[in-house]
């Protein structure tokens, strides 16, 4: 195997990965793995797809219709651990993970976390500390 080179130039690991230069704020996984994919994991998913990219806020190429200065990640993830209350969504730096999530929820969600930074407190499970 090629031995890997650590990159260490700013200007080179952003050639590289776009993203580094984005103003992001949060970002969002949805678990779509089987137990949640069996409670509306995958539409979960496409609602906030949908609407993530309808307001420009998606991070991401915009071959692919997002937006390269978005200021939110989402990103598609296996089993977080609490598949018997799914969909889970986990929103971080926040570290709030939320479960028993519809795409009727995901709007609500956008709004008040995403865009306001406010705890959707009805869905929300686990507050991680951040400390
Ligand atoms: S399958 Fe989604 S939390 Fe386990």
């Given at each position: 195997m090629a031995e890997k080179k650590f990159i260490t130039d700013r200007e080179q690991l952003e050639k590289l990965?776009?993203?580094?230069?984005a103003p992001i704020k949060r970002q969002v996984f949805v678990c779509t793995g089987k137990s949640c994919a069996a409670v509306g994991g995958n539409e979960v998913m496409a609602e906030f797809a949908r609407i993530l990219e309808e307001k420009g806020?998606?991070?991401?190429k915009e071959a692919k219709?997002?937006?390269?200065?978005?200021s939110c990640v989402l990103t598609e993830c296996g089993s977080m651990g609490f598949c018997s209350i799914g969909t889970a969504v986990m929103v971080y730096p926040d570290g709030t993970m939320y479960g028993q999530v519809t795409p009727e929820d995901v709007p609500e969600i956008i709004e008040k976390?995403?865009?306001?930074?406010?705890?959707?407190?009805?869905?929300?499970?686990i507050n991680l500390p951040n400390d």
């Open positions: 990965a776009p993203m580094l230069k806020i998606r991070q991401g219709g997002r937006n390269p200065m978005g976390h995403l865009e306001n930074g406010e705890v959707v407190e009805r869905l929300a499970l």
